[in-house]
């Protein structure tokens, strides 16, 4: 049963760094194909993809905002971290981790409950 | 970049009835790279459909989507009370996804 689970500060100033972390369970991410993605969902809007890692270390980014963010990976603690620079009210938002469980899937098939993370001085 | 858009933004229903939700992209697709989720209040997207007909896992038969190109459909042939929601299709390209704004279908 693949499970994942999202940690970090719940509020953060505006032009701190955040970090978040997503812990997970069920699956590997050296296993081929496998990667862990990041979206965020300010409230009452809709989703927005932010990053992603691949089993192999390879990353992507969402190009409108690939300058503040940084995505890695530790696999001996089955962990994913992303941290986003000079942080905004703007990037008020709950924060979800989710699984791809291979290249050829194009979604997301588990997703972790999220964390709000509020940015306000 | 791919521009998503859904419609209509609510669709008020009653339990028992059919829903169609509509998501157009801004040029043509492949099915292959579209998905839908369902969002329920306080919870996380769940995965409904992928490779725009395809039920993912454990989701009941009354849901299925259809579509090509730029004009992709998501029905939901008869309402249960648990149905009630917010319903995002997705796409992925060249490692990039997008979502659209989403269509709350709410109780008559």
């Known amino acids: 049963q693949v499970t994942l689970n999202e940690s970090g500060p719940t509020l953060v100033k505006p032009t701190q760094t955040l970090t978040l972390t997503c812990t997970y369970s069920?699956?590997?991410?050296?296993?081929?194909?496998?990667?862990v993605g990041w979206i965020r969902q300010p409230p009452g809007k809709a989703l927005e993809w932010l990053a992603l890692?691949?089993?192999?270390?390879?990353?992507r980014y969402n190009p409108s905002l690939r300058s503040r963010l940084t995505i890695s990976k530790d696999t001996s603690r089955n962990q994913v971290v992303l941290t986003m620079t000079n942080m905004d009210p703007v990037d008020t938002a709950t924060y979800y981790c989710?699984?791809?469980?291979?290249?050829?899937?194009?979604?997301?098939?588990?997703w972790g409950q999220g964390t709000l993370v509020t940015v306000s001085s | 970049e791919i521009v998503l858009t859904q419609s209509p933004g609510t669709l008020s229903l009653s339990p028992g009835e059919r829903a169609t939700l509509s998501c157009g992209a801004s040029?043509?697709?492949?099915?292959?790279?579209l998905a839908w989720y369902q969002q329920k209040p306080g919870q996380a997207p769940r995965l409904l459909i992928y490779?725009?007909?395809s039920r993912a896992t454990g989701i009941p038969d009354r849901f299925s989507g259809s579509g090509s190109e730029t004009d992709f459909t998501l029905t939901i042939s008869r309402l249960e009370p648990e149905d009630f929601a917010v319903y995002y299709c997705?796409?992925?390209?060249?490692?990039?996804?997008?979502f659209g704004q989403g269509t709350k279908v709410e109780i008559k």
């Open positions: 989710a699984h791809r469980r291979s290249t050829t899937e194009r979604s997301f098939d588990s």
């Open positions: 069920g699956f590997s991410l050296i296993t081929y194909g496998v990667s």
């Open positions: 890692i691949y089993w192999d270390d390879d990353k």
């Open positions: 040029r043509s697709i492949s099915s292959s790279s």
């Open positions: 490779g725009a007909s």
């Open positions: 997705q796409h992925f390209d060249n490692s990039i996804w997008t």
